[in-house]
């Protein structure tokens, strides 16, 4: 397995694509209060948006990542909001929070930053910290991205490569097709799939949106 590497956030604190909600939790903030959830884990949380965005909504927050920079960022944020986050850094390969902590949970654009090993390790992980009847979002990056051929990229192993240029410089990716993604969820219940392109000004990216429920 490949431990995490984590993401330098020098360049991105003021740009507000990484500080505003992903529009998908708005959705899941609206589903998971009607169902009654409210202990929530922000996992891979970056600069806190999303942690943020659900403590304001009344869920109970931990929020864990690690880059201890970004982990400054979203305390520093909470306090400004006047809500309180549980934070903790650390590798996503192993949670420190015991089995059936949580009844909802939020992966975004995070934990495919390992090889295949370390993915399949982190949804086992996901899955343990997971209540019985919890769901989750988990975001998947796709065989379609024009970086999964980037010629510059270091191959690590079958649809695992690391940048050698840009912004993600040094960090893994698994990339990987619809079959691959219902192999890895195996053990789950899925309950929405989506394939999506996101553009920007600079570049489009391809991701799998899949909410799941753990029986």
Not at 87 to 100: C, H, I, K, N, V
Not at 176 to 205: K, P, Y
């Given at each position: ?34 169902q ?5 884990l ?11 965005f ?36 650390g ?125």
């Amino acid at each position: 397995m490949m431990n995490s590497v984590p993401w330098s956030w020098e360049d991105k604190t003021e740009n507000s694509r990484w500080l505003e909600p992903a529009e998908e939790v708005y959705y899941l903030a609206d589903r998971w209060r009607r169902q009654g959830r409210a202990r929530l884990l922000d996992l891979g949380s970056g600069l806190g948006r999303h942690s943020i965005f659900f403590a304001l909504r009344g869920f109970t927050v931990d929020a864990f990542d690690l880059s201890e920079r970004g982990m400054a960022a979203l305390e520093q944020a909470a306090r400004e909001r006047n809500v309180r986050v549980r934070t903790r850094t650390g590798d996503m390969l192993s949670l420190p929070y015991e089995a059936g902590s949580f009844d909802c949970l939020v992966a975004y654009h995070v934990i495919f930053h390992t090889n295949r090993a370390g993915l399949e390790q982190v949804i086992a992980e996901i899955r343990r910290v997971l209540a019985p009847g919890a769901e989750a979002l988990v975001t998947f990056n796709s065989v379609r991205n024009a970086s999964f051929l980037r010629q510059s990229n270091r191959i690590v192993e079958p649809r695992t490569v690391v940048p050698t240029e840009g912004h993600e410089a040094g960090i893994p990716h698994h990339h990987v097709d619809e079959s691959e993604i219902r192999e890895l969820l195996r053990a789950f219940e899925i309950l929405r799939f989506n394939h999506l392109e996101e553009i920007w000004d600079d570049h489009s990216s391809w991701h799998y949106f899949v909410l799941v429920r753990k029986p």
